[in-house]
């Protein structure tokens, strides 16, 4: 009997790096029955993302309201997600890094006893309010999931010393490298797809971004919020005065928090672009052809390594210690002057930028999906025996 595997993800994020993990999932239709559930925590910025992949998903929550708060989101999904496991009785549940919806789905499981499987498990800070809530959801998944699939070393030891047992950890690499891989594939495949993007760009920038210099800047975490948010901001528009042959483009994030300060602070600056949220096969491909990344980002810190680009992180602790030792990125948190001096840096010295812009695989090489779906399929003949 086919075993039944449900795959829940709220964000963009999620998403992007579950995508891969369905489609091998996909290949083991003789043994699995695979139902996606969308929780909708992402809704503008997720569609995009569904449609490009050509992904359709078995069940959509639509739990987002405006205004909500994490109570109200956490309850909302942890009752609306149960409908779903009682209809549908998983055997598995799959879910990814440290969302909300990654912590309620979880939660809501081990209410009811049912095998929840970790996708990039054992990211750590160890401080419970940096990121917030993240670092708390990712925590409260590690001690409800049976199996751990951990994209580092690194993330496996911070597991075991947790108290997880070490047969239950998988190093895996990240699947967001499988998912730019997979991406890069299908620019790479189509033309029109390719021709599509810059004409895309084009219509949202007034520069030639393929001959010109320009910096990838992101901004969206909720300790970015406020005062943290006005001193990032005074720091680029400083060094975009300084600079005034390199562009920033700045898609900026939808939340309030984020959107009424950026506006108001970087108006009409003609070397800051700010534009709306990008698709991602947009985003990828600025991402390759920019100078560096300033960005408060999770993802990035793995995505831009992997493309040979340094990255600014504007966080004051990381859960991705190996891009910070392995000298590819630089935490600054929200600090002016830091900002500005390493921003400098990368763009006057050479010798500098030339030792952070180098390609490695610390997040993997792209077989990220393939070492989770044969442990994944490993496990069910196991159990069916």
Known sequence: MKKKILIVFGTRPEAI?????????????????????LTGQHTNLLHPILSFFNLKVNFDLKVMKKNQNLIDLTSVIMKKISFVLDKFKP??????????????TSLSCFYKKINVMHVEAGLRTYNINSPFPEEFNRLITSKISIMHYAPTETNKKNLIKEGIDNNKIIVTGNTSIDAILLTKNLIKKSKFMKSQIILDLKNLLNFDFIKEKYILLTVH?????????????????????????????????????????????????????LIKPLEYQNFIFLLQKSLFVVSDSGGLQEEAPFLSKPVIVLRDFTERS????????????????????YCEKLIK???YFLKMAKTNFIYGNGNASKIIVKNLTKLIKENEK
């Open 221 to 273: 975490r909720r300790e970015n919020f406020g005062n943290a948010l006005i001193n990032i901001l005074k720091a680029i528009k400083e060094i975009a005065n300084n600079n005034k042959n390199i562009h920033f483009i700045f898609p900026v994030h939808p939340n309030p928090n984020v959107k009424k300060i950026v506006y108001s602070k970087l108006p009409n600056i003609h070397n800051i672009h």
């Open 349 to 351: 010295d050479k010798k």
């Open 322 to 341: 190996e891009v910070i030792n392995n000298k590819q990125a630089l935490i600054v948190g929200s600090n002016i002057k830091k900002i500005i001096y």
């Open 17 to 37: 790096k579950m995508i891969p993990v369905i489609n091998e999932i996909k290949k083991k239709t003789n043994i699995i029955n695979l139902k996606i559930c």
């Open 91 to 104: 055997n598995y549940v799959l879910v990814h890094g440290d969302t909300t919806t990654t912590f309620a």
